[in-house]
């Protein structure tokens, strides 16, 4: 499947790779959605609302089960990696100039943040995913 978000309609969305069964997965609630993620095989998305309040979501693929992990500290998170083998959600903040890391990410909980890197050159809005 293709999952995407859609800031111009404020969706998230999927589709089978040969576009059938198109389907709207989130619709309320959000902003300015960006960046999204998957971890397949616990079956959950995570993805960036840029928006009035800037946070950071998850639910499952199916859309169900909606939360917030983050809503404090951010501008305009961007991007967004998933180390699943460590067990860590990592974004790029455009506005803040960051690049940050939760753990316990698979378990759609945030038990602590932590800032990696800060450099005026994230402020072109580009986040390249790494693994430590």
């Known amino acids: 499947n293709l999952y995407w978000t859609d800031t111009g309609t404020d969706r998230i969305e999927v589709t089978r790779l040969n576009g059938t069964s198109r389907k709207i997965l989130v619709s309320e609630s959000l902003d300015e ?11 959950y998305m995570y993805w960036t609302d840029w928006g009035e309040s800037p946070k950071i979501e998850c639910a499952y693929l199916d859309g169900s089960e909606r939360r917030v992990l983050v809503n404090t500290s951010l501008g305009w998170p961007n ?11 990592y974004w790029g903040d455009a506005k803040t100039d960051k690049i940050e890391v939760s753990n316990r990410a698979i378990l759609r909980y945030i038990l602590r943040k932590q800032v990696l890197f800060s450099c005026a050159a994230l402020s072109l809005g580009y986040f390249y995913p790494f693994f430590e």
């Open 79 to 89: 991007g967004l990696a998933l180390d699943i083998e460590k067990d860590k959600l």
């Open 33 to 43: 959605p960006r960046a999204i993620v998957l971890n397949p095989v616990m079956g």
